[in-house]
């Protein structure tokens, strides 16, 4: 084998090698415009889901309990999810305390309607410092556990809507968190049980790749002032490609750069070893 001839070989594997990377980013930017063009229709649909929630009250609570925790099984790590369907992740830790050197990093939404300003923290608590001494906490909910609150008008105590959560899970195309086990609800009692039903949350995540701050939050509906819906509109709950991807398409670059190499460096040897021509020694008489 010639010395063109294994430049012409090394500059071929390159080249599989480039296209191969190249194909891999088409798709992870083919799979991010499904995911923000879907936004739409997932939006109607959990419009839809959430009327059902409302016709079918809180007595379902402990069954789709049962479905978040199946869900949430697919988690990689704390505030972050993995698609099945997509194989995209979305890291929320940007918007919540892991990635705030753990300081608090509270959200303020405005309820319009109820005329109540709700505070909340994203996979983390919504308050800055302790409330555990005193009464201040309606129903003497632990303060280090609170993902969201508000403050009751009438008694001027804070009024919890859910514990936070560390698990996001998958809906439709959109990322939903929930709070539960926050303060008691207003003369809302289970029907099987009799006890008394406590107030929780649902976060619903909306990408948003033109945004310039981290996000923002918005207060969508609430149900019987028991269970609040928020909104949150962030870059950072957009998807990208899984991790394990590119760790795949690196290792085959990598495994075809050394057979370039191996066919470099031996295959020249090899080929004039086998086609090396037996020397003739002449004797003269």
């Not at 049962?66 to 099984?73: P, S």
Request: glycine share 8%; proline share 3%.
């Amino acid at each position: 084998m010639s010395r063109i001839q294994q430049k012409l070989a090394i500059t071929f594997v390159l080249l599989i090698g480039l296209v191969l990377l190249v194909k891999s980013q088409t798709y992870r930017h083919e799979i991010n415009k499904m995911s923000s063009d879907g936004s739409g229709s997932a939006s109607s649909n959990n419009e839809k889901s959430n009327e059902g929630s409302s016709e079918a009250g809180h007595d379902n609570a402990p069954k789709d309990n049962n479905n978040n925790h199946k869900k949430a099984e697919q988690t990689i790590e704390s505030c972050t999810v993995f698609n099945p369907h997509l194989h995209t992740f979305v890291d929320l830790r940007g918007l919540s305390s892991i990635e705030n050197d753990g300081k608090p990093l509270p959200w303020s939404a405005r309820g319009y309607d109820k005329k109540l300003n709700f505070t909340l923290g994203i996979c983390s608590t919504a308050f800055k410092k302790s409330h555990d001494k005193g009464d201040e906490i309606k129903d003497s909910v632990n303060s280090s556990s609170i993902g969201g609150y508000y403050i009751d008008p009438a008694s001027g105590k804070y009024v919890s809507i859910g514990e936070y959560s560390t698990t996001p899970v998958v809906r439709g195309k959109k990322i939903s968190l929930s709070y539960t086990n926050g303060s008691y609800c207003d003369n809302l009692q289970n029907s099987k049980t009799g006890e008394k039903l406590r107030k929780s949350t649902t976060l619903l995540f909306t990408c948003d790749r033109d945004m310039l701050s981290r996000g923002t939050i918005s207060f969508v509906d609430s149900i019987d002032d028991c269970h609040y819906i928020f909104e949150i509109k962030s870059p950072h709950a957009c998807p990208t490609a899984a991790k394990s991807d590119d760790l795949a398409v690196i290792w085959i670059f990598l495994l075809i750069l050394v057979a370039a190499l191996t066919v470099f460096f031996l295959g020249g040897s090899v080929y004039r070893l086998f086609t090396r021509k037996p020397q003739i020694t002449s004797v003269s008489f």
